[in-house]
């Protein structure tokens, strides 16, 4: 009875352990396609990979550099090329910048008063100009057209200050006519009045000649500074010997003189030692 049992007992294991171990291998089998296909799938996505960079490594030359990965990766990017012409357009601005309706009113404002003061400042300069000493202006001529005299009557001045005296700041540039003031003035020579000004610097009462017939290879002109008054202006051409207006004090002067100057393309030069020499 014992012995039965016990092959019954058995055989029940037997089976059990069978039918246990059946799953198990089909579990088995299934883990070992998945593992299969997993495989194949990596190596078919690491051949994609490889292949285009050994296809373009096989077409290189043989003395050709490695192709790196950057180079690969800019030959198969896409690009987009601009031509070499293709410039920005240049942006334009209009006259004003302001960006509101009262910015843009004082901005107008402020140029017309602009426009306004420069037009003050010619007219000013023309009524300067145009200031003569009408009491005097029909006074004769001393000297014939093409001559060259000195600018004032012999016995009517005393030469004082001349070139290159000492001056605070600056040397003294032309050649002092002492005189009490009135005595008259006149042209050198021939040529046309490029300034006839009050207040021009520390000239004072200003004229000033340009004498293309002696200009030679230089422009020479002659100024007349200190003046009282003026009988020419701007533009009027005259002749050696001309009244020109007559000597004052004005402009930064200590006494009453003619203050005369010559100078060749706008520089100053000994303007008695050049009467001497060309005084006819």
């Known amino acids: 009875m014992a012995g039965e049992l016990e092959k ?3 055989s029940e294991v037997t089976r059990s352990t069978r039918s246990t171990a059946a799953p198990k291998a089909g579990r088995s089998v299934v883990r070992s396609i998945r593992s299969v296909s997993i495989l194949a799938a990596v190596g078919a996505l690491v051949a994609a990979i490889a292949l285009p960079a050994l296809a373009t490594g096989t077409t290189a030359s043989a003395g050709a550099s490695p192709v790196t990965a950057q180079q690969v990766a800019a030959h198969n990017a896409q690009s987009i090329v601009v031509a070499s012409e293709a410039t920005q357009a240049p942006s334009t601005r209009e ?4 960006t509101t309706p009262d910015e843009i009113a004082q901005k107008k404002a402020a140029e017309e008063q602009a426009k306004a003061l420069e037009a003050a400042k010619a ?9 003569t000493a009408s009491v005097r202006t029909s006074m004769p001529s001393i000297a014939q057209p093409g001559q060259v005299i000195y600018p004032m009557v012999a016995g009517s001045y005393t030469l004082s200050d001349g070139f290159g005296a000492a001056r605070s700041g600056r040397s003294h540039m032309g050649q002092d006519f002492a005189a009490p003031i009135g005595t ?6 021939d040529g046309c009045v490029t300034i006839s000004q009050g207040g021009y610097g520390g000239y004072g009462e200003t004229v000033e000649i340009s004498h293309p017939a002696l200009s030679g290879s230089g422009a020479l002109s002659t100024l007349y500074g200190h003046m009282n008054t003026r ?11 001309q009244y020109l207006g007559e000597v004052g004090n004005t402009g930064w002067v200590s006494g009453s003189c003619l203050h005369f100057e010559v100078l060749i393309n ?5 303007p ?3 009467l001497q020499a060309n005084v006819l």
């Open 231 to 241: 009988a020419v202006s701007v533009g009027q051409c005259v002749t050696a010997g």
């Open 8 to 10: 019954t007992t058995r």
């Open 123 to 131: 007219a000013a300069l023309a009524s300067a100009s145009a200031t």
């Open 266 to 270: 706008n520089t100053e030069i000994d």
């Open 184 to 189: 008259p003035i006149y042209a050198i020579a």
């Open 272 to 274: 008695l030692a050049w």
């Open 95 to 98: 006259q004003f910048t302001a």
